[in-house]
């Protein structure tokens, strides 16, 4: 589909190889109607959604590898033009936004990648993804027919796409990228510009295709996406998706495995159950490129969070947490699944659409059956029937008949068959570890000074000085970049995202008519704006008298004057501009429509008819007395144990880093809102809004799944733990340093390293064996009995090792992880054979297996192997110096 490129492919294959260390030759890609075609050949591909801002570029590396361990093919990530581009044509491709640099290590590990050039990313990030600054240029229309958009978006991926062809990434030039993708959920918004969208569409493709890229382009959420362009699904469900031609195959660009967090709302979770469900219900009706997004959700380090209001951490209920480590099971369960699926690879390759079957009244079966001559010609790559086996009743249990044989379907459930005889993998039947991760080492943070005071740690009596030093920030005028100007601007034409604050400043001559008239009708003065977003804080006098929250609503606010001059002071505040919707240059941010004072004797008051001062951001934030050079500079004070919570405060102190290599956290559930830097690095906004109370309860995965389902955290602050990245810290004297707007104990923050300490697992006979051993020939070579048994896996993390056995029960135990306790069928030998197997190891396997119990504890009984172990660090474990 792509020809002119081989003999310039083949001539750069080992020269490529040395530079980037991939494990590629140059290979063509193209697609037809089932699958993308790699090489000529169609491929069932699984890929992890990771996008590199969210991550340390130390960290990519082991996200890379753990995505792959965990059956991807592929690694998808966005373009984030505005951290590319922050100023127009300044560009940034260092640090976090070294793009290249991450899309190599993608090749060397030997996985492709899948690059969302869009530019428009929405993906709760600030503004979309689009730099601020081009909602200033004249005329300017975002993602319409508007020649100024069109020339800025089509300078920006022509660079991307020059970029990578220049360091030849590409997969004819021998590198990792497969796969591009132009604009993002177009079609959501595409009936806002009526025919402008439709022509914007068309040219959208045109432009991408002319790039000469060599690769497939695709447009997700777009039903309309030209003949030239793949148009794939994004959704919690896409198995009832098809593509808009015959000739397209069916492409899952985001399956939502969770949900992003808002401040002060309970945090969404998904269970592994209904992930699987639909995942495999995908590859069974026909799908053959599948992502998770995300894999990896990571971190809105800085201000990249979007909004309004979505919280630091993109955790996303991901199988990788923000920390990098594996969520279990949810990890572990979707592995066994893309091990099954790949065992079906060879027959889902060779046939074009699968057999139908209908096995009930909420039961189906598609069957992927090779004819004998085209397997003939595959010998010993797999077998020539794979089946899927559905049951989507959403509460009962079905036995079906398929072939022959009778299988027993959980509710919600799908069963994959690779020889379309046994059963290897459930989506409802879970067999995978659960992972308990916790925090360490719960100690304030300290420096050396003469104040001590002695806290119990670990039984122990630990003498832990204490010191925070504090600056006020002032309610005013700081600096002479200051300006004054008739009447009330908008927020981002003033702030040009350059911060989150804008102050304006006033005043307001009050009569004694005025008070008279107060005192007599017993009234106040009013302050009213139509329409704000997303915090504003009123100060008369140089007091706060009011705070108002919300996504452009109207403030009523009484205030208190005093006669003659007042000093009315409004600071208006962004958490996360907007990232999804149509028409964003003009959403704005700040105040909407009239802004007034009512009821004075002579009526109300346009504040727009006023002079403002503005000034922009905070007066510590423009001077980084968060940088260590900067922060010696200002005019510090030491702050006592005893001082009462301020507002608009800055906080700073000293730390040590915990020790070891585990991933380090901030806890700030003692302060109010604000933001965080660590080293001169900004870790996010921080805010300890509490979720509402209810909503939360006992999660079915039957059924499906919607945002408001199986929601957690409720009654607690949405977040308090705030992910500080191991390249970020020295050993000692890290700078941490807070801006704090609404009040807080800074002395009760604390540094803890964050581990899987606790493990469990519950395996029993009728699970499934392990597929990790299995192969596509084990379905021809029915000679692999041993491999039918089925196995209970444990794994710490990185650098830990199993070191105690909790509890072990090989029959019928009863509980859960942390509850665990024997039933009436019990085999004696069962915490001492764990504990031989797996005290002291990194990972351990157990076959449940009678004989390896010393018979069987009960007979007529299926039994269960049940485990709790604990994790620790391989090296002697110690304490943080903090």
Excluded at 169 to 180: A, E, N, R, Y
Excluded at 275 to 298: E, K, L
Excluded at 442 to 468: A, E, F, G
């Amino acid at each position: 589909m792509f020809p002119g490129r081989a003999l310039f492919a083949a001539l750069l294959c080992f020269s490529l190889t040395i530079q980037l260390g991939v494990s590629f030759a140059p290979f063509n890609v193209s697609y037809d109607h089932r699958a993308l075609l790699i090489d000529g050949k169609r491929r069932m591909l699984v890929s992890a959604g990771i996008h590199y801002p969210r991550a340390t570029p130390e960290m990519w590396p082991d996200l890379i590898a753990k995505s792959k361990e965990g059956g991807a093919d592929v690694i998808q990530t966005y373009v984030f033009w505005n951290g590319h581009e922050p100023v127009r044509r300044q560009y940034n491709f260092e640090g976090r936004y070294d793009i290249v640099k991450f899309v190599k290590l993608v090749g060397s590990s030997g996985l492709y990648l899948h690059l969302r050039i869009g530019p428009y990313v929405c993906a709760e990030w600030n503004f979309g993804g689009f730099p601020v600054w081009l909602r200033d240029i004249p005329g300017i229309e975002f993602r319409t027919d508007n020649a100024p958009f069109k020339d800025e978006m089509q300078r920006f991926v022509k660079k991307i796409v020059d970029l990578m062809q220049k360091e030849m990434l590409f997969s004819w030039q021998g590198g990792p990228i497969i796969m591009l993708q132009i604009e993002n959920e177009y079609g959501n918004v595409e009936s806002s510009f009526g025919q402008r969208g439709k022509d914007y569409v068309k040219w959208a493709a045109r432009m991408a295709l002319e790039l000469d890229a060599g690769v497939p382009w695709v447009m997700c959420q777009q039903a309309d996406a030209p003949d030239i362009i793949i148009n794939a699904c994004n959704g919690f469900y896409c198995d009832a998706f098809w593509p808009n031609s015959a000739n397209k195959p069916k492409l899952w660009t985001e399956d939502w495995n969770g949900w992003f967090a808002s401040w002060g709302g309970r945090t969404p979770k998904r269970p592994v159950e209904d992930i699987a469900f639909a995942v495999a219900r995908f590859f069974q009706r026909g799908g053959s490129f599948h992502n998770y997004y995300m894999y990896f959700g990571g971190t809105n380090f800085g201000r990249s969070s979007g909004g309004p209001f979505y919280v630091t951490s993109y955790d996303y209920d991901a199988p990788i947490d923000e920390y990098g480590l594996l969520s279990q099971p949810k990890w572990g369960h979707l592995k066994e699944l893309h091990a099954a699926i790949k065992l079906c690879e060879p027959a889902l390759v060779a046939v074009d659409s699968p057999q139908y079957i209908k096995l009930g009244p909420m039961q189906e079966a598609h069957v992927y059956r090779v004819k004998e001559s085209l397997y003939s010609t595959q010998s010993g790559n797999g077998s020539s029937c794979s089946a899927f086996l559905a049951n989507i009743d959403e509460h009962k249990t079905a036995s079906v008949t398929f072939l022959g044989q009778i299988y027993k379907l959980p509710p919600w459930s799908v069963s994959i068959l690779p020889d379309c005889r046994t059963t290897v993998f459930n989506t409802a039947k879970v067999g995978a570890q659960t992972s308990i991760k916790t925090v360490e080492f719960d100690l304030p943070l300290v420096r050396n000074i003469s104040v001590t005071q002695p806290l119990m740690v670990q039984n122990k009596i630990s003498y832990v000085p204490k010191t925070w030093m504090t600056l006020k920030e002032p309610i005013s005028v700081w600096s002479e970049n200051n300006f004054t100007i008739q009447g009330v601007l908008e927020h981002l034409n003033v702030t040009k995202d350059h911060s989150d604050y804008l102050w304006r400043i006033t005043r307001i001559n009050v009569s004694a008519e005025d008070i008279s008239f107060w005192e007599e009708n017993q009234v106040s003065p009013t302050l009213s704006i139509d329409s704000m977003r997303d915090i504003l804080h009123i100060f008369v006098n140089g007091q706060l008298i009011g705070s108002v929250i919300g996504h452009w609503v109207k403030v009523v606010q009484p205030i208190q004057l005093l006669q003659g001059y007042n000093d009315l002071v409004l600071l208006s505040q962004t958490v996360g501009l907007q990232n999804y919707g149509a028409f964003l240059e003009k959403d704005g941010a700040g105040f909407k429509g009239q802004v007034k004072l009512t009821g004075f004797k002579n009526g109300e008051i346009d504040l727009s008819e006023y002079s403002w001062t503005y000034q922009v951001g905070l007066r510590g934030e423009f001077q980084k007395i968060y940088m260590i050079d900067e922060s010696e500079k200002a005019e510090w004070t030491d702050l006592t144990p005893d001082a009462s919570p301020s507002t608009f405060t800055w906080y700073k102190t000293f730390f040590d880093a915990p020790n070891g290599e585990n991933p380090v956290a901030l806890d700030l559930g003692s302060m109010g809102k604000g933001q965080a830097w660590v080293n001169g690095h900004h870790i996010g906004r921080y805010w300890t809004r509490v979720a509402p109370k209810d909503g939360c309860g006992k999660c079915d995965y039957r059924g499906h799944y919607h945002t408001s389902k199986c929601a957690t955290n409720c009654g607690n602050p949405t977040q308090i733990w705030y992910h500080i990245p191991r390249s970020w810290l020295q050993a000692s004297n890290n700078l941490l340093v807070l801006f704090e707007e609404t009040g807080g104990k800074p002395f009760e923050i604390s540094v803890k390293s964050r581990s899987t300490q606790t493990i469990c697992a519950e395996v029993s006979e009728s699970h499934y064996p392990s597929l990790q051993n299995w192969s596509p020939s084990d379905f021809i070579d029915q000679n692999s009995k041993n491999k039918m048994t089925p196995e209970m896996h444990l794994q710490c993390d990185d650098g830990h090792t199993i070191s105690s056995i909790e509890f072990a029960s090989y029959g019928t135990p009863q509980g859960s992880c942390q509850m665990f306790s024997q039933g009436q069928c019990h085999a004696p030998n069962s915490l001492a054979l764990v504990s031989k197997a797996c005290q002291g190891k990194g990972s351990c396997v157990i076959r449940i297996l009678n004989s390896a119990f010393g018979g069987d504890p009960c007979r007529g009984i299926v039994k269960t192997l049940a485990v709790e172990a604990k994790c620790a660090p391989s090296s002697t474990t110690s304490s943080s110096q903090l």
